[in-house]
């Protein structure tokens, strides 16, 4: 992994992608309880996308809402940016709305995301599932490991803490899926954390001790993947990423993004390398991000910022005039 800054990311502004991320959340935000998942993500994407298109870059959306026949705004390959064939050339990973059932049911953890990185540094991941696994910063490398069972992972993360299995705390999306997982958990008595939806929040939260969570399990989608790991390239930690297909269009569309090892185990790196800005916004109150707050002629936003070069994590409060 170079250690020197992207010359491309020298010359984008780290607080103008928490503007990006602001607008996304104000839009989403306007939609907040009322109960339509759609109308919430597609105020996010426009928002997101209009203040993208103000920014001297040429963008690329390698993570999207995506594939063009499925999105009409920030698809998959998607150009953005006011300066195309002039300014900086630079990779996106975005999700205006992470969270829309979130979002519309008023529940916590809602954000607006955003990952930018020099051309190539992101994983073009397609829209799959993808089995995760993830420790905060602190940990010996290779504490973590996919191809072991989650009670491995838990003793070796136990062991590396210095407490017992029991006192470690897993963050798990409550799924069907993961009934197994829940039970094994619970079984070497781990705690566990459900959440709704939003496994970038849950991936993050294991870096922050406040949250108390040790590590984040599951399946949950491959793009969030990305930006998690965009975060945790800034902040410190470690993942473990494998693609999982369903059927044979879910092969073939990983196939077309250029990705031939179907069964490869991603580390970190390999998901999001070199520089990178990772941004985001906080639409309803969660353990990261504090929501978008309307009072009389005013809106307050709270955000966070990091780069990977440097390691800076910024928090930003705003205030907007309504």
């Keep these: 992994m170079s250690q020197t800054a992207s ?64 999105a009409p705004m920030l698809f998959i390959g998607e150009k953005v940016g006011a300066a195309q064939g002039k300014g900086p050339a630079i990779d996106i990973a975005l999700d205006p709305l992470e969270g829309t059932t979130i979002c519309a049911k008023a529940g916590p953890n809602a954000l607006a995301v955003l990952a930018v990185a020099e051309q190539g540094g992101l994983l073009n991941a397609p829209d799959v599932y993808m089995d995760k696994i993830a420790v905060g910063p602190g940990y010996p490398e290779g504490v973590i490991d996919l191809a072991k069972s989650a009670t491995e992972n838990v003793h070796a993360i136990a062991k590396a803490k210095g407490v017992q299995p029991h006192e470690i705390i897993a963050c798990v999306l409550d799924r069907p899926r993961h009934e197994k997982l829940i039970a094994e958990l619970r079984g070497i008595g781990c705690g566990v954390v459900l959440i709704g939806d939003g496994d970038v929040a849950g991936v993050i939260a294991t870096t922050n001790p406040e949250t108390t969570i040790d590590v984040y399990m599951g399946q949950g989608g491959a793009p969030e993947g990305v930006l998690a790991c965009a975060a945790l390239r800034c902040v410190g930690g470690q993942f473990k990423g494998r693609l999982i297909f369903r059927n044979d269009d879910e092969r073939a569309r990983a196939r077309k993004w250029g990705i031939e090892d179907l069964d490869k185990i991603y580390d970190l790196t390999e998901l999001a390398k070199g520089d990178c800005i990772f941004a985001a916004t906080g639409v309803t109150d969660g353990s990261l991000l504090e929501g978008v707050k309307r009072f009389a002629g005013k809106m307050t936003t709270e955000s966070v910022v990091m780069r990977a070069h440097s390691g800076t994590v910024r928090w930003v409060k705003g205030e907007h005039r309504i």
């Design 7 to 70: 010359h491309a990311l020298d010359r984008v502004l780290v607080l103008e992608m928490v503007r990006v991320t602001e607008a996304a959340a104000i839009a989403a935000s306007t939609l907040t309880g009322r109960g339509d998942e759609k109308a919430a993500d597609a105020a996010a994407v426009e928002a997101m996308r209009d203040a993208l298109n103000k920014l001297y870059l040429d963008g690329t959306v390698v993570i999207g809402e995506g594939e063009r026949d499925e």
